[in-house]
């Protein structure tokens, strides 16, 4: 039998949270927050309109899942699909029903995922978005079913997909079920792409572990946000394993640009054009989406 005290709290970063999410309030009323990286105080009106990035030093802090959909769709445009889906304990795994339950109150959302409709300057597309607030974004298998049914309907649609990754790894909590998604997820882009769908994908910080091995990496088009970590293991955990010092900004979002592994790292205040220019660029003549 599973005993409580065998499993502690976690201390991978990625997991609890790190340390350069939405900013924690300097203030009682919140007038003013710390940029985590610059240290600089900023208005927290400026700070909010500049789209969460810091006007000093150009530091992207995170959005939550169903934020970032706003950022990028057209007023109103947005409708979620598959809301009803959330996890459950089925391995009656030692807390994780009061894991889920405070994620929940956490986040505002019944999963670490949000999916649906959206559309992008008159350009309509699928849409999922990863919110860290949710365990860090960990994939289980609602995660996967979610994103799984957001290529399925698109594919159905002849839409294209958008996807903002951002994750600690699978759901420990779930097993081998988590891991499983792995292949579910690819599976399902393998289907769309056949069918000739076009994938967009915008990594943000972090996106590793299962994602990253998985759906995150398999898009038509990569993405990321300035100062992204993308990876399969972090960097610590690499030097820990090989005994060396890494070189200076590896697995970051421009490193990767770099050596080819990224297509575009886009400012998050320029990303719905970029969004916009890409959609209207492979725009079918008889109305659909495709790769040209």
Known sequence: MLRKGLFKKPSN?????????EPAPEAPDRLVVRCSS???MIFDEDFRSNQMVCPNCGK??????????????DPGSFQETNSDLCSTDFLSFPEYTEKLDAAQRHSGEAEGVVTGLMVVNGCPCMVFAMDHRFMMGSMGSVIGEKITRCFEEAQQNKLPVVGFTVSGGARMQEGLTSLMQMAKTSG???RFSDAGGLYICVLTDPTSGGVTASFAMEADILISEPGALIAFAGPRVIEQTIHKKLPAGFQRAEFLQEKGFLDLVVPRKKLRGTLYRLLSLHRREDGGYGRI
Request: proline fraction near 0%; include cysteine.
């Open 13 to 21: 970063e990625l997991e609890a949270g790190g340390e350069h999410g």
């Open 38 to 40: 610059c240290k600089k």
């Open 60 to 73: 992207h802090m995170r959005l939550s899942g169903r934020r970032r959909i706003l950022t990028v769709a």
């Open 188 to 190: 399902a882009v393998k």
